[in-house]
């Protein structure tokens, strides 16, 4: 017998077959006429996969870098997140961007919030500006959930009719809404035609939700005649998630459908200790390459507004500044000034030598390892997701070196991937 290993020699018992038997049949499944399934649904039928929890700058690059659909959360947008999205569309990148509605209602069931709504106007405001200005058929790459509450299918509806406008002129721009089902006193069914009167449009992705305590799929089988769907909030693939596929396929053969899913929840632990090993790999070589310094000391000086307080008094204290007025001019300079420190630091260092030698590397050591081990912690997550649920078995396209440990001249010549690659890779 052959396993994953090689050849292993197995010893086998000699058993009486059994009289009577016939051998088993797959069992076929209709589903409308679209096709008969003898087994189950394969990744390959859904449209597009969403990679959840890409919010973080690091935690985008990676997926992307894999040429990878990528889901991301509006309401914990960063603009640094936003302008990479935006690229990544522009590339032919295609984007999952949640309202956020379910964060914000678990917080209201655990008292954390006074409502159960999200911020749809600010989350509207987010996807107006993804798709600002971009060129004729790319805002099509965005996919964007309308505004809901969860397990108040009324409420949702009143804000389809609240926000009508603004969700219309998403759908004309060639945005893919997702609209989700929320379970109610009426079928599904019943619900998505109210969504189709208030919108006055079938021109949308019809949201449903993945845990059967959300919808049965007896529910979801109720709706009937409409040919785009989105299964929100998948985990993984399995028996449960093309069960409801097929309660939505039965009635709608021919339809698209599509889903997201964290595929890295389940991998948290494996993702952590791969993550560490390469902090671990890199040691305190982060300025070997691994870290730009050229262009952290172009920030220091020039751009404004990015470091912290205690980082601009620990840069006085370089310089041997203690007078906490002077401290706190520096402060001022760096939040307020258009050009940062630069008229401040051209006073104590004009040609910036004492920055250069020794200043980046006593004062920025601790945040030069914090970006390296996001950098890293990208390179991990490219490293899962080469081979991931979906199936999906592509090249990780971050390299590190594997010799950190070596003499100096060799470190010297070490080759690391630098934030800049990354993005480019991306």
Not at 48 to 68: I, R
Not at 305 to 325: C, E, V
Request: with cysteine.
């Amino acid at each position: 017998m052959l396993d994953l290993f090689g050849e292993v020699p197995v010893l086998q018992t000699q058993r009486e077959p059994r009289r009577n038997s016939t051998p088993k049949r797959p069992e076929q499944v209709d589903i409308g006429g679209l096709f008969p399934l003898t087994d189950s649904l394969s990744p390959e039928r859904f449209t597009a996969v969403f990679h959840s929890g890409a919010t973080a700058y690091y935690d985008a690059l990676a997926p992307m870098a894999l040429h990878k659909d990528i889901g991301i959360v509006a309401d914990r947008l960063v603009p640094r997140v936003e302008c990479l999205v935006r690229d990544y569309v522009l590339k032919g990148g295609a984007v999952f961007v949640d309202s956020g509605a379910y964060s914000a209602y678990k917080k209201w069931q655990e008292g954390k919030a006074t409502s159960p709504l999200a911020d749809f106007d600010t989350v509207l405001n987010t996807y107006d500006r993804l798709i600002a200005d971009l060129p004729p058929g790319f805002a099509s790459g965005f996919a964007f959930v309308m505004p809901d509450v969860l397990k108040q299918p009324e409420r949702s509806l009143a804000l389809l009719e609240k926000y009508r406008e603004r969700i219309l002129h998403l759908i004309d721009a060639g945005v893919n809404a997702i609209v989700p089902l929320q379970r109610g006193a009426q079928s599904a069914g019943q619900t998505a035609q109210q969504v189709f009167s208030i919108l006055g449009t079938r021109n949308i992705t019809l949201g449903i939700p993945s845990a059967a305590a959300a919808m049965s799929c007896a529910d979801a089988a109720t709706i009937r005649g409409h040919d785009r769907f989105h299964i929100l909030g998948r985990a993984s693939f399995g028996a449960k998630l093309y069960q409801r596929c097929y309660a939505v396929l039965e009635h709608n053969p021919g339809s698209t459908i599509s889903c997201d899913a964290n595929l890295l929840r389940k991998r948290t632990d494996e993702l952590t200790e791969l993550h560490h090993g390469l902090i671990d790999l890199v040691g305190d070589h982060v300025w070997q390459g691994a870290f730009e310094e050229t262009e952290l000391i172009y920030q220091v000086i020039n751009e404004p507004g990015w470091m912290s307080r205690p980082q601009i008094k620990a840069l006085a204290h370089f310089y041997g500044i203690r007078d906490a007025a002077v401290v706190n001019s520096w402060i001022r300079a760096h939040d307020e000034r258009d050009d940062g420190l630069c008229s401040v630091l051209n006073t104590v260092d004009p040609e910036a030598n004492l920055l250069w030698t020794f200043g980046l590397h006593d004062v920025f050591f601790s945040y030069a390892k914090e970006e390296m081990s996001a950098l890293l912690r990208a390179h991990a997550v490219a490293e899962l997701l080469s081979t991931d649920a979906s199936g999906d078995d592509s090249q990780n396209p971050f390299t590190l070196p594997l010799d950190c440990d070596s003499d100096d001249e060799a470190q010297n010549e070490a080759d690391f991937t630098s934030e800049t690659e990354l993005a480019e890779a991306a």
